[in-house]
């Protein structure tokens, strides 16, 4: 049974509808992320669990009842800001130990649990520390610290990053997962970054205009995104909406089924009723350093001309941004480059898109056929 379940969660201001009919289940020590665009209703939905935000339809579920009627400080959830929201005059223990305080938590328990919740977020020679005293990263070890301490049903956590510098980001995020893990406590985090999803989450809803488009495991989203906006919005993504000149590759697709199959999505493709789509990393410059050559190709894929527009290489890899004759361009990512393909712009160059590696989208509903 899910831990904490949203049905029908619908949320209108005004004249914008903000959630639409969201119904999620979340399992109980699961890290489930929300993400999606600014304006998607991800803050919305946040903090409709929370209890800050009443919803005009749907229920709030945690543990199998509803926590519809309860006010925020009777949900038994924890929650981490994006602006840390700690309290300025007070110091680093006395942050973390107010929710405690206000529960009516023993001393000596306060005292424990305080110095335990520090020792997770690694902030343990900061105790007596004034806030202002503190770097950003280590202020939001301290929100992290105080919503954990009381040891909340559920810990909320709205775009808890965003404030910090990239190499904090990284960092944190990493500390957040395992912190997590580590406490097993079920965790709701909001998020726009995609990459941070994908690092931190056991599952990620995506979320589009009030709407969820999909949820999956990190690997589903990026691997089989149900939906073209789930497929640009989590990693690049390369979208053709007709096909490149001189595709050749009939000959090349298997023998099975699965050949005809292809076919009917390629004239799709052809005939303007699909999209096709494809990750840089998965488009292969043929006769480049990862490609294997010629009749040594292991799999079935589509085979064009293209050529090289740009070439940014930094070291561990290159970026290319190649056009075809008919004016399709493609972003292609190559991990191990060779030094004349470096130094390649404007070059031809042959392309190998592998059969396995294309997605294709419905041109009108644009879900995943
Ligand atoms: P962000 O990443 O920018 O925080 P979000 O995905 O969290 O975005 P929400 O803050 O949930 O989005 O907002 C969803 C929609 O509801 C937006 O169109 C927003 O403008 C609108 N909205 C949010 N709060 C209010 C409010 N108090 N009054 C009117 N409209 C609101």
């Not at 006395?94 to 305080?114: E, M, P």
């Not at 190709?297 to 001309?305: K, P």
């Not at 031809?348 to 644009?366: H, I, N, Y």
Request: aromatic share 6%; charged share 25%.
């Amino acid at each position: 049974m899910a831990f904490v379940e949203l049905r029908g969660i619908s949320k209108r201001y005004d004249t914008v509808t903000a959630l639409q009919e969201v119904s999620i289940a979340v399992e109980a020590g699961e890290f489930f992320t929300l993400l999606g665009p600014s304006g998607c209703g991800k803050t919305t939905l946040l903090r409709t669990i929370a209890g800050f935000i009443r919803q005009n339809d749907g229920e709030v579920l945690v543990g199998g009842s509803s926590i519809d009627r309860l006010p925020p400080h009777r949900r038994d959830t924890g929650m981490v800001f994006q602006d840390y929201a700690i309290f300025p005059h007070m110091s680093v223990a006395d942050n973390v130990a107010f929710g405690l305080r206000n529960r009516q938590v023993a001393r000596a328990d306060i005292k424990d649990r305080v110095a335990s919740a520090l020792q997770t977020v690694h902030l343990s020679d900061h105790e007596s520390r004034m806030p202002h005293e503190l770097s950003g990263g280590q202020q939001q070890r301290v929100g992290l610290a105080r919503a954990m301490v009381i040891r909340p049903q559920v810990l909320l956590m709205d775009e808890p990053l965003s404030n910090l510098d990239a190499k904090l980001r990284i960092e944190l995020r990493e500390d957040i997962r395992d912190i997590q893990h580590g406490l097993g406590i079920t965790t709701i985090y909001v998020t726009h970054d995609q990459e941070e999803a994908l690092v931190v989450s056991d599952r990620i809803c995506i979320m589009n205009q009030g709407r969820i488009e999909q949820v999956g495991t990190p690997w589903q989203v990026y691997k089989q995104p149900e939906t073209r906006f789930v497929a640009s919005f989590v990693g690049n993504m390369n979208f053709m909406d007709r096909l490149p000149e001189g595709v050749t590759g009939g000959s090349a697709l298997p023998d099975a089924n699965g050949a005809a199959d292809m076919q009917v999505r390629l004239e799709g493709v052809a005939d303007g009723s699909a999209v096709a789509a494809i990750r840089p990393e998965d488009v292969l410059i043929v006769g480049d350093g990862g490609h294997p050559a010629g009749d040594r190709r292991q799999s079935s894929e589509l085979r064009f001309d293209a050529t090289i527009e740009t070439v940014t290489f930094t070291g561990r890899e290159a970026e290319y941004f190649v056009r075809t004759s008919n004016d399709i361009g493609l972003a292609v990512h190559v991990t191990r480059p060779t030094e004349a393909l470096v130094a390649a712009a404007g070059a031809p160059v042959t392309l190998a898109l592998p059969v396995e590696s294309l997605l294709f989208f419905d041109g009108k509903t644009e879900k995943r056929i």
